[in-house]
């Protein structure tokens, strides 16, 4: 990767982070918005969603307390197998 792509993956991660960081963020919401995405940006963002569950689902990835059910869930949709053979291609 690029530094220049991992500058703007960066960037992005923390413009989300920033976004989330508030007690009215609502998720459920936010996922609605995906619909009105073009297609292949929803692959993509959904390619990148499970690029994050197998990151979060990794032995050391760091957790405590306060994440430690997100590493947990991730662990077990991981375990399941069935993201083994996920392919979702860039069209």
């Not at 918005?33 to 690029?51: E, W």
Request: with cysteine; net charge negative; hydrophobic share 35%.
């Amino acid at each position: 990767m690029s530094k220049e792509s991992e500058k703007r993956e960066v960037e992005a991660m923390i413009q989300l982070e920033d976004m989330v960081n508030t007690i009215s963020w609502n998720e459920k919401a936010f996922a609605k918005t995906l619909r009105r995405c073009h297609r292949t940006l929803q692959q993509t963002i959904v390619r990148s969603c499970v690029a994050i569950i197998k990151e979060v689902a990794s032995d050391d990835y760091g957790c405590d307390h306060r994440n430690q059910a997100s590493h947990d869930l991730c662990k077990k949709i991981v375990e399941t197998g069935v993201l083994d053979h996920a392919y979702l291609p860039f069209i």
